[in-house]
């Protein structure tokens, strides 16, 4: 689900009550000037948030991923390990993929994400100590 620009508080408790995966599009609140989708409170509200560029050239001319990040923080209230998970791992859950990974101090050295084979090819990467998943282990924390 994407283009969240006029969501509010019953459209965030929905999103945050199911499995669908909330995309923010911080190039599109850049480029046409409108104000931007709820992150902080889709993050808060325990829904699963991805960060996408949305490039067009229409709403959101913006090709890198490295600046919707950054837009992500700036303009939808997401800390960057928010942003930085929600541009991984969080993406790849919704396009029904699994990435196994950490973000911390906490994370195994040398952890590295990548693909093999065919570009469709499911990422290569860790568990965490527990035998969950990043986005499990993303959702499940307090």
């Not at 965030?12 to 989708?37: E, S, Y």
């Not at 570009?119 to 990422?123: C, G, V, Y």
């Not at 990467?125 to 307090?142: C, H, K, L, Q």
């Given at each position: ?66 600046h ?34 950490q ?15 065919a ?5 290569i ?18």
């Open positions: 689900m994407d283009h969240l620009e006029a969501s509010g508080p019953t459209e965030v408790a929905a999103i945050a009550a199911g499995d669908t995966v909330a995309t923010l599009l911080p190039g599109v609140t850049l480029h046409l000037g409108i104000g931007a989708a709820p992150g902080r409170a889709l993050v808060d509200g325990g829904a699963i948030v991805a960060v996408a560029t949305d490039l067009n050239p229409g709403s959101s001319p913006l090709y890198s991923t490295q919707a990040l950054a837009l992500a923080v700036r303009l939808n209230g997401l800390t960057p390990a928010e942003a930085f998970t929600a541009a991984t791992v969080n993406a790849a859950a919704a396009l029904g993929l699994v990435m196994d990974a973000l911390g101090a906490a994370a195994p050295p040398g952890v590295v994400a990548a693909t093999t084979g570009f469709t090819s499911p990422p990467v860790r568990r965490d100590s527990s035998g969950r998943t990043a986005a499990e282990s993303w959702r499940s924390r307090p």
